[in-house]
T-cell receptor, first 114, second 110 residues
Framework: DAGVIQSPRHEVTEMGQEVTLRCKPI?????LFWYRQTMMRGLELLIY????????DSGMPEDRFSAKMPNASFSTLKIQPSEPRDSAVYFC????????????FGPGTRLTVT | KQEVTQIPAALSVPEGENLVLNCSFT??????LQWFRQDPGKGLTSLLL?????REQTSGRLNASLDKSSGRSTLYIAASQPGDSATYLC?????????FGKGTRLSVIA
């Protein structure tokens, strides 16, 4: 398996623009997680899905953030409108389930909002 | 709310030295604890996963221990090498999947 795939790897956009980050989990994994990493706050869980259903989105910072998982092999994280404080590295991870198994991380998307 | 603390924040050691990285967590009701490695500008690589019923896990020169009752875990690296230089992150899964510490930045000097 190719591992967790994220695109794009780098995104530079202007404030106010819509940003869509994409993730393809490892085949057969039932749980998918979105994280954000910043120098100040470290790694934070934004939202996670189990069997394509959002389970906990309490980490999503604002209504400007939304995430979807239309099928078992694809998820998106959307920011609309984007702001400079959204600049961070966004990671997607997947696992066989939410608790007992290792999480495998994608390479991340480095987002810069100017 | 679960909080994870890693001490020290940074560590520099000469090559060949054995070392210990520390991780503590406030809520002992966890399913597992996972240690990750992160190289600069890269993603996270899982090193070891310890289930809540286990006391330790080993992989090569790495040994991780878990004392759930005291809320502590250690990652022991034997015979350190310059290639071990990276940030090491500890994370616990309980009611919330993977709450991370801020990491320990390790430099192994040749």
């Amino acid at each position: 398996d190719a591992g967790v795939i994220q695109s794009p790897r780098h995104e530079v956009t202007e404030m106010g623009q819509e940003v869509t980050l994409r993730c393809k989990p490892i085949s057969g994994h039932n749980s998918l997680f979105w994280y954000r990493q910043t120098m100040m706050r470290g790694l934070e869980l934004l939202i996670y899905f189990n069997n394509n259903v959002p389970i906990d989105d309490s980490g999503m910072p604002e209504d400007r953030f939304s995430a979807k998982m239309p099928n078992a092999s694809f998820s998106t994280l959307k920011i609309q409108p984007s702001e400079p404080r959204d600049s961070a590295v966004y990671f997607c991870a997947s696992s066989f389930d939410r608790s007992s198994y290792e999480q495998y991380f994608g390479p991340g998307t480095r987002l810069t909002v100017t | 709310k679960q909080e994870v603390t890693q001490i020290p924040a940074a560590l520099s050691v000469p090559e060949g030295e054995n070392l210990v990285l520390n991780c503590s967590f406030t809520d002992s009701a966890i399913y597992n604890l996972q240690w990750f490695r992160q190289d600069p500008g890269k993603g996270l690589t899982s090193l070891l996963l310890i289930q809540s019923s286990q006391r330790e896990q080993t992989s090569g020169r790495l040994n991780a221990s878990l004392d759930k009752s005291s809320g502590r875990s250690t990652l022991y690296i034997a015979a350190s090498q310059p290639g071990d230089s990276a940030t090491y992150l500890c994370a616990v899964t309980g009611n919330t999947p993977l709450v991370f510490g801020k990491g320990t930045r390790l430099s192994v000097i040749a």
